[in-house]
């Protein structure tokens, strides 16, 4: 069974710091792209970064400058370095991963996990 295990999230104060770890675990035959999403209460989810294996990495414009994201292929584990945090990051952040097992490609999603910016 594949699983996909998040962690890192929590309360923090504007200006401050959190790094997300999102886990692939399972038999699987490779870890493709793996982003980040997040929704916040009353809005739609949206995409916040993204890196797909081989690939570069993109962040969305609203949190440039302030996170990165980065990958340890190794370990089929993605980050979610955040800095300068503000209270409009407050969310549930995703984490998704595209996988492949033998020739099947599907979509694996995290649990979330709450990041909470305090003004």
């Known amino acids: 069974q594949v699983q996909l295990v998040e962690s890192g999230g929590g309360l923090v104060q504007a200006g401050g710091s959190l790094r997300l770890s999102c886990a692939v675990s399972?038999?699987?035959?490779?870890?493709?792209?793996m982003t980040w999403y997040r929704q916040a209460p009353g809005k739609q989810r949206e995409l916040v970064a993204t890196?797909?294996?081989?690939?570069?990495?993109y962040v969305t414009d609203s949190v440039k400058g302030r996170f990165t994201i980065s990958r340890d292929s190794p370990k089929n584990t993605a980050y979610l370095q955040m800095n300068s945090l503000k209270p409009e990051d407050t969310a549930v952040y995703y984490c998704?991963?595209?996988?492949?097992?033998?020739?099947?490609?599907?979509?694996?999603w995290g649990q979330g996990t709450q990041v909470t910016v305090s003004s």
């Open positions: 998704q991963a595209k996988i492949r097992v033998v020739t099947f490609e599907y979509d694996v």
């Open positions: 890196f797909p294996t081989g690939g570069t990495a």
């Open positions: 399972g038999s699987i035959t490779s870890v493709n792209t």
